[in-house]
């Protein structure tokens, strides 16, 4: 995820110092980058092999581990979900958040002693009587 992020960054021309050997596909020994390794890994392949394997070999580990996936109805093929993103930020790149409410505050007004003690007063009498206790005052 991260890759893809500074990738994308990158050739969206933001100025961000990076070398290529940071990216999925890069091979440390021949010292040449693999686009086509990188873009599988963009394009989710990596996952949906995961999943491919999990449908196959073990359907109940692939219902405990992906149940996000099941309720979505994300199948394993993610290569035409992620196609269709893509072209529709690019299509609108404006990202439309809704505003989030404000959270209201509820702080106590600051009473004086005199009202605490009175509070209390009150308190008490009022679990005295819920209990059925007969305090001569």
Known sequence: MFSGSLKGAVDGSFSIPHSTNLFPGYDSESKEFNSEVHS???MSQSIAGYLHYLTEED????????????KDD?????EEMQKK???ATQEDPANERSLREVNKRWNYTKISLAQKTDWVV???ASFISSQGWDVES
Do not use: F, R, S
Not at 59 to 70: G, N
Not at 74 to 78: I, L, R, S, Y
């Open 85 to 87: 993103a893509h072209a």
């Open 40 to 42: 599988k890994y963009n």
């Open 59 to 70: 359907e109940d580990i692939y219902k405990k581990q992906c149940p996000q996936y099941i």
């Open 122 to 124: 009150q308190k008490k």
């Open 74 to 78: 994300v199948t394993p093929d993610m």
